[in-house]
């Protein structure tokens, strides 16, 4: 019998919710196999700093430290509440950035990715869906402006100003590199490599790297995009792309456009990974705006699940029934309020309902 220890940081404002029905799937995957899970639960985030002072407590810490893997909820709170923490302490600065610099999570993994039946969830026309949008975007995660050093201040003309570096060393390229290299090689062979070097040195960095890594890979066709142009491409011809790989910033853009052109950010799962440690989170915010009603799409918090028990647990099988077991939930013409658009046909039904539907849909499928 197989134990892993996972933490669990529900977060802020959808967090919980959403997170009760990732615990549900679980519970199930327990059920039908030879697993055990320890959860232990932490506070994370605005809640954490209204409980303790600290958006990211030691508790939390030694949790995390001690866990095999880690689920984590979204975390935030609306602008105006925001403003009500010190800006260091404010959950993204205060905890989110300080895990991932805690365990090196340098490879962010976000697919966005809608089968033909489901097309239409999406905004786009079904000629441009074609069979379906599946790609992955694989973003830097502990580098660039996130990272480097920031200074406010006021001028010697009286002026306020700020400075924000973003700095990349050749390491930092190499390793994500390499990671979506290897993803590439498993998938079409096909890597889209997005910069911005006609402007930014660090681009001009960033592709000669890539360059260099790509000789280890003769079998993966590059493809160099620009990456304003990806923002047209992604919404006109998405179908061309598999994997795409970016640096930290360009990633966190691009891939809120990947929510938007599959229909909502509630179909944003991701994973981040470190050389040690893999932390598991919706890709999107915690929607204060509809926190606590039981309406927001579980599926980011689901599919996070999944690729835990992949990535983390060597659970590929199961990893796939949890994503077939959601898009059977969505094919049987069900959804949360994010994807039910008037006139769709869909019916609507609450985060809870979706989770157990999920639930139910797993406890009947063939066991690996
Ligand atoms: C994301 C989020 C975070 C980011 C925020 C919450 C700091 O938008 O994971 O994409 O910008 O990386
Ligand atoms: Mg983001």
Redesign the pocket.
């Known amino acids: 019998m197989k134990h892993y220890k996972i933490a669990v940081l529900a977060g802020d404002g959808i967090g919980p919710e959403i997170t009760h029905e990732a615990l549900k799937v679980l519970k199930v995957i327990e059920e039908r196999n030879d697993v055990t899970f320890e959860l232990m639960p932490a506070s994370f985030g605005a809640c954490a700093y209204f409980e303790t002072g600290d958006a990211f407590p030691q508790a939390t810490i030694d949790i995390c430290d001690q866990a095999d893997a880690i689920l984590k909820g ?3 709170l609306s602008h105006e509440e925001a403003k009500k923490i010190p800006i260091d302490q404010q ?3 205060g905890a ?2 300080p895990m991932r610099r805690r365990y090196n999570t340098y490879a ?1 993994f976000r697919p966005v990715s809608l089968p033909k039946s489901l097309a239409h969830f999406s905004p786009l026309k079904p000629e441009i869906i074609g069979e379906g949008i599946d790609l992955i975007i694989v973003r830097e ?1 502990v580098g660039g402006l ?1 990272f480097g050093e920031k200074e406010m201040g006021v001028n010697d003309k009286g002026l306020r100003y700020v400075r924000e570096t973003l700095e990349y060393d050749e390491e930092q390229i190499r390793r994500i590199m390499h990671e979506a290299f290897k993803l590439a090689s498993k998938r079409r062979k096909l890597l889209h490599n997005i910069h911005k070097s006609n402007v930014l040195k660090s681009s001009v960095l960033w592709n000669e790297v890539m360059e260099e890594v790509a000789k280890e890979y003769p079998d993966v066709k590059v493809v160099n995009f620009l990456v304003d142009a990806a923002a047209t491409a992604l919404c006109l011809n998405p179908i061309q792309f598999d994997v795409m790989v970016m640096e ?1 910033m360009f ?2 853009i691009l ?2 456009q990947g929510g938007g052109i599959l229909g909502s950010l509630g179909l944003m799962p ?1 994973a981040c990974i470190g050389p040690d440690k893999a932390y598991y ?1 919706p ?3 915690s929607a204060p705006d509809i926190a606590g009603k039981n309406i927001a799409n579980p599926y980011s918090m689901i599919g996070s699940v999944a690729m835990m028990l992949e990535n983390s647990f060597d659970m590929a099988a199961e990893a796939k029934n949890v994503w077939d077991a959601m898009q059977g939930v969505f094919g049987d013409g069900y959804s949360t309020a994010d994807l039910s658009k008037p006139g769709s046909g869909v019916t609507m039904i609450s985060t809870e309902q979706f989770g157990d539907k999920v639930v139910e849909k797993l406890r009947n499928m063939p066991k690996a």
């Open positions: 979204p975390i935030g959950p993204e600065r989110l950035l962010n995660l996130y930290n990633g966190d891939s809120d991701s989170e890709s999107h915010g």
